[in-house]
């Protein structure tokens, strides 16, 4: 071994020492004394007392409310009242941790009843845009008592009811009294997930589900199919995952599987969205959809490869009306993804059939007014099924006429401002991802404040970041110099804090009035799945995700990172408890660690 490394092993080893006696003194102390509470997305208002009362799984129980309009029928509640009730008392059978109460000495709480108090509790019902999720939880003696409208306020506060509840340092299931007054911020609050880069498997898909209501997220938004593969069975195109998936039946989603995800989704009040992006991003559909892709040419003759949709086919809109008929009756949201973005010119450039038509439409040489052609009549066909549709930004920039109720998604990191400004004064709702695509890895801090630079700054890029090429792209793309050390700082091991970037992102804080800003509905992370699979796509998104989670649903004002780290931490070590494996944010334990069971 080299005499340097050898040094340098052994100061590391002396600082390991060192910082892990301290950091066990310390936090060891403090977690046994103090709040174990931490409340993660952090609501909009509550009050906690220092009076305390004890749960014991023999006493305890979750019931309806004699006036609440839901009642033992209502099959979401019961099933959520037996998901929370283990949460919270898990922990005795699986640990033996904990002491059961005791009748004399403890004040005890035996009862959290939930009252739905409109007349429909929306219980057999799917949320929505419109969903009002709040609530409010009183916890006192002899019983706590949340109160919502609906079901899905009332979903929202069990989450909270059970993060309330903690051990104390007898191992007692303890809560403190506490009252509660939430509402989110943002009625959009989603996650993308991609399986045609590769194919998640339906457990990893429900498993993110589950993780997702525990931060209070409530749009799923299904990347269902891309170029790479074609998963989705359709049974009016059963070519299409038949010759385009990876796999015809091992990497497929069947009917009952897709039917599955969305009642899972739906029990814990997560709306499924469906994209089915095209013209572009399309290649898996041409294998088993003959003639829906344009022939690409290469001279004055077929190449032998496709390129985006084929607009210019009166079969391409035939096959759109009916498959788009299945997917708005397979999906119950209110919403379809229709994508849009990325689409490549040079194959339709190369075929003479679309230069033909260009020429009869009156298009020139604006390849980009085709493919508004195309998804103008596209979006007319999913507009007679009688859904609303969301679109990535293109769509709009293009000068699409798009119906009142289109969402716009902003992704680009160029220009996010403008962007924002643009689509919400042209009157149309949008949501952010742009600071929030997950799948990249940037070990360390937030891109976004290149943005805030004057144009004359330069921007030295030095962060660990094994993507520094696409990030150098994204500095000069909006207008600033560069210089580059990353490759070349050869001390640096360490993984970092890159949650903090995107927390502190947020979606309103462009320049825009008020009214433009209240149509920014929310925003999601992106998970996209070139280099993400079952193996490592939990641990990649929780709890940077949680990062999100919080600034989407918290007060405005929410946004110091020192408090938001502690209450982080601990809520990280909650979801390793619940069974998630979210990955470390820094040097520190859980009381229960992750075993991989
Ligand atoms: C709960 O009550 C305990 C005991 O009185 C107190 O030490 C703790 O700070 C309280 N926790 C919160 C979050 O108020
Ligand atoms: C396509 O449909 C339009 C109107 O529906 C019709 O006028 C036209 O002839 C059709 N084109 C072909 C090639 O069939
Ligand atoms: C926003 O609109 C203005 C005025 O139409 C245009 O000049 C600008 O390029 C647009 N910005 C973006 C990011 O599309
Ligand atoms: C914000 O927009 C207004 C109106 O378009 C403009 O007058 C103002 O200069 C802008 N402010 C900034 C900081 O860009």
């Known amino acids: ?162 993060q309330l509840v903690y051990e104390d340092n007898n191992g007692a299931v303890t809560i403190n009294k506490t009252d509660v007054s939430d509402f989110p911020r943002f009625a959009y609050r989603g996650i993308l997930l991609d399986t045609s880069r590769h194919f998640l498997p339906l457990k990893v898909i429900l498993a993110n589900l589950e993780a997702m209501a525990i931060n209070k997220f409530n749009v799923f938004h299904w990347h269902i199919v891309d170029d790479h593969s074609f998963p989705f069975f359709s049974r009016t195109f059963p070519d299409l995952s038949q010759r385009g998936a ?75 009306t009916s498959f788009f008929k299945e997917i708005s009756e397979v999906f119950p949201d209110a919403y379809i993804h229709l994508g849009g973005d990325e689409v490549d010119f040079s194959c339709w450039k190369s075929n003479p059939d679309i230069q033909k038509f260009m020429v009869e439409q009156g298009f020139g040489q604006d390849y980009s007014k085709l493919e508004s052609y195309y998804i103008q009549r596209l979006l007319d066909i999913v507009k007679a099924t009688n859904k609303g549709y969301l679109v990535w930004q293109e769509v709009f920039d293009n000068g699409v006429k798009l119906k009142a109720d289109t969402v716009v998604e902003v992704w680009m990191n160029n220009k996010v401002d403008q962007e924002l400004q643009n689509v919400t004064k042209a009157g149309f709702s949008t949501i952010l991802s742009a600071p929030w695509y997950l799948d990249y890895i940037s070990y360390g801090q937030d891109w976004q404040k290149y943005y805030k630079l004057n144009a004359d700054t330069q921007v030295h890029v030095w962060k660990e970041n094994p993507d520094y090429k696409h990030e150098m792209a994204k500095i000069t793309a909006a207008g600033f110099h560069t210089l580059l050390s990353t490759p070349w700082y050869l001390n640096r091991i360490s993984y970092g804090q890159d949650w903090q970037g995107v927390y502190k992102a947020d979606p309103q804080s462009f320049n825009g009035t008020a009214e433009q800003k209240k149509l920014v509905i929310g925003g999601e992370a992106c998970l996209w799945g070139e280099y993400v699979d079952a193996t490592n796509l939990t641990p990649r998104l929780w709890p940077r995700a949680s990062a999100v989670a919080e600034r989407l649903w918290s007060d405005e004002s929410v946004k110091d990172v020192e408090s938001a780290y502690t209450r982080l931490v601990k809520h990280r070590c909650r979801m390793l408890r619940r069974g998630i494996p979210a990955e470390p944010l820094f040097v520190g334990f859980c009381p229960y660690e992750y075993d991989g069971l």
């Open 1 to 162: 071994m080299h005499a340097q490394t050898l040094l340098s092993c052994g100061l590391l080893l002396f600082l390991v020492t060192v910082s892990n006696g301290w950091l066990f003194s310390h936090f060891g102390k403090k977690y046994q004394e103090t709040d174990d509470v931490s409340l993660w997305p952090l609501p909009q208002k509550y009050q906690t007392t220092t009076t305390t009362f004890k749960l014991g799984a023999s006493s305890f129980q979750i019931v309806h409310a004699k006036d609440s309009s839901a009642g033992p029928s209502c099959s979401l509640l019961q099933n959520a009242f037996r998901r929370y009730f283990n949460y919270i008392f898990d922990n005795v059978k699986k640990h033996r941790a904990n002491r059961d109460v005791d009748q004399e000495s403890d004040l005890q709480l035996t009862e959290l009843q939930v009252q739905i108090t409109s007349p429909d509790s929306e219980c057999d019902g799917y949320p929505s845009l419109k969903t009002d999720e709040s609530y409010r939880l009183s916890v006192d003696q002899p019983t706590a008592v949340l109160k919502a409208s609906n079901v899905w306020g009332a979903l929202r506060g069990l989450e909270t009811f059970s």
């Open 246 to 320: 990876y796999h015809p039946y091992t990497h497929v989603y069947t009917p009952a599987d897709v039917k599955m995800v969305i009642e899972f989704a739906r029990l814990r009040g997560i709306r499924v969205i469906a994209e089915f992006d095209t013209p572009g991003h399309t290649q898996s559909w041409g294998k088993g959809q003959a003639n829906l892709l344009t022939p690409c040419y290469s001279g004055s003759t077929p190449s032998g490869t496709f390129g985006p949709v084929n607009p210019i086919l009166n079969s391409t809109y035939d096959f759109m």
